[in-house]
Nanobody, 127 residues
Framework: QVQLVESGGGLVQAGGSLRLSCAAS????????MGWFRRGPTKEREFVAS????????EFANSVRDRFTISRDNAKNTVHLQMNSLKPEDTAVYYC????????????????????WGQGTQVTVSS
């Protein structure tokens, strides 16, 4: 099992920045990718960003590309999501996730590819 704990959410004004972190513990050697998803007030859960553990390859949703970055700290089994130029529509609960399956060079962009989930952290962007 892998346990995931998110931190760094909060309230920020539009145009501001936040940095989310996700610390993994347990059988972290079984992880092949980590990602972030979010669920807005009236929306389904959607993919935000992911990073593949083997080579650091990243993927982003079109809605956050060029504003968000994802990075990893292998030694600490931690993933960070740097969110810049935040918009009110970024308001959501953000969830960290980890995948235990090796999809090779495929992207990790669907929630069905992930097996471990954090409890979520609230991000609120005011206009």
């Amino acid at each position: 099992q892998v346990q995931l704990v998110e931190s760094g959410g909060g309230l920020v004004q539009a145009g501001g920045s936040l940095r989310l972190s996700c610390a993994a513990s347990g059988r972290t050697f079984s992880m092949f990718a980590m990602g972030w998803f979010r669920r807005g007030p009236t929306k389904e859960r959607e993919f935000v960003a992911s990073i593949r553990w083997s080579d650091g390859a990243t993927e982003f949703a079109n809605s956050v590309r060029d504003r968000f970055t994802i990075s990893r700290d292998n030694a600490k089994n931690t993933v960070h999501l740097q969110m810049n130029s935040l918009k009110p529509e970024d308001t959501a609960v953000y969830y960290c996730a980890a995948s235990r399956i090796n999809f090779g060079l495929s992207s990790y962009v669907t929630d069905s590819q992930y097996h471990y989930w954090g409890q979520g952290t609230q991000v609120t962007v005011s206009s």
